[in-house]
């Protein structure tokens, strides 16, 4: 099921499930048998993936899926990949739902929150994954361009785990952040990045420590995992000499990190990084 979110994507293709829809025919007395799709779920648990429609996301949205879990995909631009993600969780047999949100507007993290609630009615697990990542010299870093990258990186995780912490309450569930080895390291080419991903970091142990015993929060940083689609080849190169381990990752190794800590009851306000080797050789 992909669903727009919010006045700003009016524009956005709507395409609603067959497991959903209320539209159509009236159904025969056969098809008032409950489907396995109908049918009530109530063990079923439910994740929201930030960003879940691409790369690392995508993959973590499938490896929940995977593992049982309805997944609740929140996306911005991507909403052919956001399409596809939900065929793919639907044809394995759990329930997506892709919700279109502007997380660099608080408006946007709200609605996404909202949607994400009320979609099948409780919330186990938030994924923060949503980011941006470019490179700005420290001394030409607007003021503009400053806010976006915070708004994006921390003000919508922090809002979105504000806004689910009594639903996730309700479950035990909890709050995987996703940041970065900038958030360890001072970036001085990313320096908003790098700075957004160290309090990200730091939100975690504090809400960490502000919903305990209810909700556990921690996060992933991962290192080298995916290039960045316009990478150059020296440049992914480079970076696979520094990994002590020999190579790039995969988003498969930050996914199955995410579903050792949404496993893991008496863990809260860690940071697991994940990157080779990388930080412990630096
Ligand atoms: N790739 C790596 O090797 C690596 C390394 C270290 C850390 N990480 C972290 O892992 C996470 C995923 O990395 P990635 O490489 O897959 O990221 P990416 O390719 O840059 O994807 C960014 C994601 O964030 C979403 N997003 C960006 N701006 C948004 C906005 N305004 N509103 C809503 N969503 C927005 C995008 O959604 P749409 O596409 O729908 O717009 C996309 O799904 C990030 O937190 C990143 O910092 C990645």
Request: charged share 20%.
């Given at each position: 099921m992909v669903a727009a979110c919010g006045p700003e994507e009016k524009g956005d293709p709507r395409q609603v499930s067959h497991s959903s829809s209320t539209s159509g025919p009236e159904?025969?007395?056969?098809?008032?048998?409950?489907?396995?799709?109908?049918?009530?779920?109530?063990?079923?648990?439910?994740?929201?993936?930030?960003?879940?429609?691409?790369?690392?996301?995508?993959?973590?949205?499938?490896?929940?899926?995977?593992?049982?879990l309805?997944?609740?995909?929140?996306?911005?631009?991507?909403?052919?990949?956001?399409?596809?993600?939900?065929?793919?969780?639907?044809?394995?047999?759990?329930?997506?739902?892709?919700?279109?949100?502007?997380?660099?507007?608080?408006?946007?993290?709200?609605?996404?929150a909202a949607a994400a609630t009320t979609a099948w009615g409780r919330l186990?697990?938030?994924?923060?994954?949503?980011?941006?990542?470019f490179a700005t010299p420290f001394d030409q870093v607007g003021e503009e361009e400053w806010d976006q990258v915070m708004?994006?990186?921390?003000?919508?995780?922090?809002?979105?785990?504000?806004?689910?912490?009594?639903?996730?309450?309700?479950?035990?569930?909890?709050?995987?952040?996703?940041?970065?080895?900038?958030?360890?390291?001072?970036?001085s080419r990313y320096p908003h990045h790098s700075v957004s991903k160290a309090a990200l970091a730091h939100l975690t142990r504090v809400a960490a420590r502000s919903l305990a015993p209810?909700?556990?929060?921690?996060?992933?940083?991962p290192g080298s995992v995916l290039p960045e689609?316009?990478?150059?080849?020296?440049?992914?190169?480079?970076?696979?000499a520094r990994i002590p381990l020999g190579g790039w990752g995969s988003p498969a190794d930050v996914a199955r990190t995410v579903l050792f800590l949404d496993r893991s009851p008496f863990m809260t306000g860690e940071v697991i990084v994940v990157d080779g080797g990388t930080h412990a050789a630096t």
């Open positions: 159904p025969s007395a056969a098809r008032l048998e409950p489907t396995r799709e109908d049918a009530p779920r109530p063990e079923t648990r439910v994740a929201l993936v930030t960003g879940g429609a691409v790369r690392v996301g995508r993959a973590i949205t499938l490896a929940l899926a995977d593992a049982g309805d997944v609740v995909v929140g996306y911005h631009g991507s909403a052919a990949a956001a399409r596809e993600v939900v065929a793919e969780v639907e044809g394995g047999g759990r329930r997506a739902l892709a919700v279109r949100a502007d997380l660099a507007t608080s408006a946007g993290a709200r609605r996404l186990d697990l938030l994924v923060n994954n949503a980011s941006t990542f708004a994006v990186n921390l003000k919508a995780p922090f809002l979105l785990i504000q806004a689910t912490a009594a639903a996730l309450a309700a479950r035990r569930g909890n709050v995987v952040n996703i940041v970065d080895l900038s958030a360890l390291r001072p970036w209810r909700v556990r929060v921690n996060a992933i940083a689609e316009d990478a150059s080849p020296e440049a992914v190169r480079a970076a696979a």
